[in-house]
């Protein structure tokens, strides 16, 4: 089945020590999104590709980075976590301006 | 700021009755509406999607969007105790390097009891 995963589900990381976040898709979309979700809060739009371009959200601390190696891939850079960016971290893809964003299961980071 | 409201709940329902959950939005420019379901613990799961003005049915599930009153609503029938979750409102907005942007609600939690 066509769909968006991602790795690691749960991942533990130090005060400040880099962590980095996966997602892979196999539905063939152009655009991959990552947004953040602290409990009982929306999720939040971090950045996205379109493409092979990458599009910052104006509120995105610059402790977030990402790469897009290739269609299928995306990665999530926290290059130095603290306590406040412990959340669930959702990709999503779309087909370019076809509207759907199908998620991937998320990964639960935990900051310590 | 472009801003989706929803009531948080929790909606309460007993089994097999009509569970009505209800969205407002602030940009009149939107043109995509989605109803997210999410679980406690998962990520959301699209479950319909609606784009013009009316009903749009899918089973159990029914949107309903009124674009002049910029309202959009979920009507889910027969509810079962397996639809208890959080219902998250999005609406959509092209971005202009490409794809789109959801603005989520906070999401309704909805319990379905026995």
């Known amino acids: 089945d066509a769909m968006v995963i991602q790795n690691p589900r749960y991942q533990v990381t130090q005060f400040g020590k880099p962590v980095t976040l996966s997602c892979s898709q196999t539905?063939?979309?152009?655009?991959m999104y990552w947004y953040q979700q602290k409990s009982s809060q929306a999720p939040k739009l971090l950045f996205h590709?379109?493409?092979?371009?990458?599009?910052n959200e104006a509120d995105t601390p610059d402790n977030f980075q990402s790469r897009r190696p290739n269609t299928s891939f995306c990665f999530l850079d926290i290059r130095s976590p603290g306590l406040g960016d412990a959340a669930m971290y959702l990709c999503?893809?779309?087909?370019?301006?076809?509207?759907?964003?199908?998620f991937g299961p998320g990964t639960r980071l935990t900051v310590l | 700021q472009k801003e989706v409201e929803q009531n948080s709940g929790p909606l309460s329902v007993p089994e097999g009755a009509i569970a009505s959950l209800n969205c407002t939005y602030s940009?009149?420019?939107?043109?995509?509406f989605f109803w997210y379901r999410q679980y406690s613990g998962k990520s959301p799961e699209l479950i319909m999607s609606?784009?013009?003005?009316g009903d749009k049915e899918d089973g159990r599930f029914t949107a309903q969007l009124n674009k002049a009153s910029q309202y959009v609503s979920l009507l889910i029938r027969d509810s079962q105790p397996s639809d208890s979750a959080t219902y998250l409102c999005?609406?959509?907005?092209?971005?202009?390097?490409?794809?789109?942007?959801?603005?989520f609600g906070t999401g309704t939690q909805l319990k379905v009891e026995l």
């Open positions: 999503a893809t779309s087909l370019g301006l076809v509207n759907e964003q199908f």
């Open positions: 999005a609406v959509s907005h092209i971005l202009t390097g490409g794809g789109n942007k959801l603005t």
């Open positions: 590709y379109y493409d092979k371009d990458f599009n």
């Open positions: 609606i784009y013009s003005n």
């Open positions: 539905l063939n979309h152009n655009v």
């Open positions: 940009d009149r420019g939107s043109q995509s």
